[in-house]
């Protein structure tokens, strides 16, 4: 059965892109198919991390308003023939999403794809709310900072109302990704520590990206920092991240720190 992910924040620029990209090339790595989904639509930046710019020829909305096919639309990686992407349009606007056409390609992907992973524009919108519409887990990504970690509890309760599973009395799971950490300034006092975003947010912690140029140059090679440099923290901790998604219960280490934090990992839940 497919599972339908969505990645998602209230502030921008956060990291939800490339984590989407890192997350989906880490479980496609191991076999399962996936597919990732850019719904930031007018923008577009998936498929620059994903290293397909040049080959987008349909995407998201005409598959929507069916103008193409999924299959036209769809972009296998060349590197990896287990990990797809369906891009967003760079010159639509997001009023073009209707809930029933998106609820027609979520459905076509559920049949083709063991993992569905949605990279959701940030904010409250109508795309965001489109993208978490049909999600059975949600990853909620944040950077230690007060502003970023207020944004993404307003999204954590979106999350229990706007979505296919809340209105069905069901629960979705909720996980949170730290992401550019830095040990030394959370010391400093120069952003919030683990356990000052773990206590105000109250969701499960899926991993700590640490801040690292690797990411950038990642991103800028046009590659998933999980394919790029196996050997790199940030891939490490990305690594983790999506076997956690898969239910193993790895302990989480706090960048260049030793205190482990296992017993967070399941223990803390949304009320």
Same mark, same amino acid.
């Given at each position: &059965?497919?599972? +339908?992910?969505?990645?998602?924040?209230?502030?921008?620029? +956060?990291?939800?892109?490339?984590?989407?990209?890192?997350?989906?090339? %880490?479980?496609?790595?191991?076999?399962?198919?996936?597919?990732?989904?850019?719904?930031? +639509?007018?923008?577009?930046?998936?498929?620059?991390? &994903?290293?397909?710019?040049?080959?987008?020829?349909?995407?998201?909305?005409?598959?929507?308003?069916?103008?193409?096919?999924?299959?036209?639309?769809?972009?296998?990686?060349?590197?990896?023939?287990?990990?797809?992407?369906?891009? %967003?349009?760079?010159? $639509?606007?997001?009023?073009?999403?209707?809930?029933?056409?998106?609820?027609?390609?979520?459905?076509?992907?559920?049949?083709?794809?063991?993992?569905?992973?949605?990279?959701?524009?940030?904010?409250?919108?109508?795309?965001?709310?489109? *993208?978490?519409?049909?999600?059975?887990?949600?990853?909620?990504?944040?950077?230690?900072?007060?502003?970023?970690?207020?944004?993404?509890?307003? &999204?954590?309760? =979106?999350?229990?109302?706007?979505?296919? $599973?809340?209105?069905?009395?069901?629960?979705?799971?909720?996980? =949170?990704?730290?992401?550019?950490?830095?040990?030394?300034?959370?010391?400093?006092?120069? &952003?919030?520590?683990?356990?000052?975003?773990?206590?105000?947010?109250?969701?499960?912690?899926?991993?700590i990206i640490p801040e690292s140029v690797d990411v950038?140059?990642?991103?800028?090679?046009?590659?998933?920092?999980?394919m790029n440099d196996g050997r790199s923290a940030p891939?490490?901790?990305?690594?983790?991240?999506?076997?956690?998604?898969?239910?193993? *219960?790895?302990?989480?280490?706090?960048?260049?720190?030793?205190?482990?934090?296992?017993?967070?990992?399941?223990?803390? $839940? *949304?009320?």
């Amino acid at each position: &059965m497919s599972t +339908v992910v969505v990645v998602t924040s209230g502030k921008g620029g +956060v990291g939800k892109t490339t984590s989407t990209a890192a997350l989906g090339a %880490a479980i496609a790595q191991t076999g399962e198919s996936v597919c990732v989904v850019d719904f930031d +639509v007018g923008l577009r930046n998936l498929d620059l991390v &994903m290293g397909a710019e040049r080959r987008v020829v349909y995407d998201l909305i005409n598959v929507v308003q069916g103008d193409a096919k999924l299959a036209q639309a769809l972009i296998r990686d060349k590197r990896l023939d287990t990990l797809a992407l369906l891009p %967003a349009s760079q010159t $639509r606007d997001k009023d073009n999403l209707t809930p029933e056409g998106v609820e027609r390609v979520m459905g076509d992907l559920r049949s083709k794809f063991d993992w569905i992973i949605c990279d959701s524009p940030a904010g409250i919108e109508r795309g965001a709310t489109l *993208a978490m519409r049909h999600a059975d887990v949600a990853i909620v990504v944040t950077n230690p900072e007060v502003s970023s970690v207020r944004d993404s509890d307003r &999204m954590i309760g =979106l999350l229990d109302a706007k979505t296919a $599973r809340a209105e069905r009395g069901e629960r979705i799971d909720k996980h =949170l990704l730290l992401t550019r950490y830095d040990p030394q300034r959370a010391e400093r006092g120069d &952003m919030l520590k683990v356990d000052d975003v773990l206590e105000i947010l109250s969701i499960p912690l899926l991993g700590i990206i640490p801040e690292s140029v690797d990411v950038l140059r990642a991103s800028n090679l046009g590659t998933p920092v999980t394919m790029n440099d196996g050997r790199s923290a940030p891939a490490q901790a990305y690594r983790d991240a999506a076997r956690r998604l898969h239910g193993e *219960a790895l302990p989480i280490v706090i960048p260049e720190e030793r205190r482990g934090l296992f017993g967070k990992l399941f223990s803390r $839940r *949304a009320a």
